[in-house]
């Protein structure tokens, strides 16, 4: 039985250690909820993921 991972598989779980490592470096008090923007962020090209996180992040601001 053959099992192939997808890029985008990995890149969302590079992403996600990476923001919940930043999050707790920092010492945020909800550091799980920076791995579900993640999650919701990173889109099939980095055209799609970049204006994605950015748009969610202006959101989360307001």
């Known amino acids: ?3 192939k991972i997808g890029f985008r598989t990995v890149k969302t779980a590079v992403a996600v250690s990476a923001a919940i490592a930043a999050a707790g470096f920092l010492q ?3 550091y799980v909820s920076s ?3 993640t999650i919701l962020c990173v889109q099939h090209s980095r055209q799609k993921s970049l204006p994605s996180a950015r748009d969610r ?5 307001l």
């Open 35 to 37: 791995a579900i923007i």
């Open 28 to 30: 945020l008090e909800f």
């Open 57 to 61: 992040f202006f959101a989360c601001m």
């Open 1 to 3: 039985m053959s099992f």
